[in-house]
C-alpha cells in the first residue's frame, strides 16, 4: 500500500519533505489542485500514469 500526502501548495509539500525526511516526488498541477507527494521509489512514468496525476498539466518536482 502506498501512502500519498496532499498540500495546498508545491511549497508546503517541499517544506514537510524538507522536515520529516521522506524524500519523494512532487507532482504540483498547473490547475492550483493541491500538490501531491509520492514515495521516492516511485518512477516518473509512475506518477504520471498514477489516478492523482494522469491526464493532468502540472510540473513533477523531485528531490535536488
Same mark, same amino acid.
Given at each position: 500500500?502506498? %501512502?500519498?500526502? #496532499?498540500?495546498? #501548495? ?11 525526511? %521522506? &524524500? &519523494?516526488? +512532487? ?5 492550483? =489542485?493541491? =500538490? ?8 516518473? #512514468? &509512475? ?9 493532468? =498539466? &502540472?510540473?513533477? +518536482?523531485?528531490?535536488?
Amino acid at each position: 500500500m502506498e %501512502t500519498l500526502l #496532499t498540500f495546498l #501548495t508545491a511549497q508546503e509539500a517541499r517544506e514537510y519533505r524538507h522536515e520529516h525526511g %521522506t &524524500g &519523494g516526488w +512532487i507532482f504540483a498541477p498547473e490547475d492550483g =489542485s493541491p =500538490s501531491v507527494l509520492f514515495p521516492p521509489d516511485m518512477t516518473p #512514468t &509512475g506518477i504520471l500514469r498514477h489516478p492523482m496525476s494522469r491526464g493532468r =498539466s &502540472g510540473e513533477l +518536482i523531485g528531490c535536488g
